[in-house]
């Protein structure tokens, strides 16, 4: 086996040997390999790019028995078929691949720009990101337009504590996210059939709703690379395409900004993609829905069950005509 010297280490080296022996072990290997004093002096490094990156890892002070809608009583699904049953087409258009192919995916370091029409522009760090307001554990029903299903215990806060650092102006009437997009490290993305980067958006209502979420972790841990480490948003009442993944730009805009499914296909991918019943898809009913690790199918909720918190939001709209 190939040792490289500590000093010739990157973050890349860590991510799956990291996981394969152990990171203690990893690291008590490093030092027998490279010589001490070389290896202390990547320590911090490697470490602190632990807690933002690529291996998920423990979470600690996360606030956990929120009551109400922030958290339903459903069985939450297993771990494994929440991160290995996953929509990312950057690495991947086959449900098994963002598993198979973001391995190596260097979620560190990391910055998110937060621009546009509001007082104080600034580009946020991981490290600030994960401290901007106390994690909760949230966990929620997230339901795709492909009609299954899973049930998540998210961790993050609502999106709004971000939103009211930046200071949104009163011309700011929508937000557009924008994710990451990298050929070298996701040349899976050329072939997916989408314009990459992923780009989403949200009527501003809808971004400072307080179960919009911004997603820093699930199951305890940092956000494994296939669900969209190191920070994403969970709307859990729209379908999950609304829920982007792996953000670097938040602009608060005027007007409805584009998004990427509706760009892909507007016949079939409106703007507000709430999840809804009685409005079927073009090719498929959206009346049930398969929630994994079930083996019959159950009824789609209106709004996802989240009904009695956001039906405001839409009074007096045509939910047919915005679908
Ligand atoms: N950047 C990006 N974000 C994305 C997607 C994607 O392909 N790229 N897929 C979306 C879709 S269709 C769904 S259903 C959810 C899936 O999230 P999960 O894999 O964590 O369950 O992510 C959404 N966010
Ligand atoms: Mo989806």
């Known amino acids: 086996m190939l040792i490289k010297r500590a000093s010739e280490l990157t973050y890349a080296d860590i991510t799956p040997r990291g996981l394969y022996m152990g990171r203690r072990n990893f690291l008590l290997g490093l030092l027998a390999a490279g010589g001490a004093a070389a290896a202390w002096k990547k320590l911090p ?101 492909e009609a299954w299903s899973i049930v998540v215990p998210w961790i993050g806060y609502s999106f709004s504590a971000l939103a009211k650092l930046a200071e949104p102006t009163s ?86 900004p584009p998004t990427t499914w509706n760009i892909a296909n507007a016949r079939e991918y409106g703007f507000y993609s709430n999840v809804n019943p009685t409005v079927d898809h073009p090719r498929w009913s959206q009346a049930k829905e398969r929630r994994l690790g079930e083996f019959l199918k159950r009824p789609t909720l209106m709004f996802n069950g989240y009904g009695e918190q956001v039906a405001s939001l839409y009074a007096g709209m045509d939910l047919r005509k915005n679908y």
């Open 45 to 145: 490094r490697l470490v602190s790019a632990a807690g933002t990156g690529s291996v998920p890892v423990k979470l600690n002070g996360v606030i956990t028995g929120l009551k109400g809608p922030y958290t339903t009583d459903e069985k939450a699904t297993s771990y494994n078929d929440a991160t290995h049953y996953n929509n990312f087409y950057e690495f991947g258009t086959d449900k098994s691949d963002p598993a198979a192919n973001a391995t190596n995916f260097k979620a560190s370091p990391w910055t998110v720009s937060v621009e546009g029409e509001v007082a104080k522009p600034r580009k946020f760090t991981m490290d600030e990101i994960m401290k901007l307001a106390p994690l909760e554990e949230r966990i929620y029903r997230h339901r795709c337009v």
């Open 171 to 256: 011309q700011a009437r929508y937000v557009a996210f924008e994710s990451y997009y990298d050929r070298r490290q996701m040349p899976w993305g050329a072939g997916s059939g989408i314009d990459l980067p992923y780009v989403e958006g949200l009527r501003l209502d809808e971004a400072m709703h307080p179960l919009t979420l911004l997603c820093v972790g699930m199951y305890g841990e940092t956000l494994p690379n296939q669900d969209g480490a190191p920070v994403r948003m969970v709307i859990p009442w729209k379908y999950g395409f609304k829920s982007i993944k792996s953000i670097v730009k938040i602009r608060f805009v005027k007007k409805e």
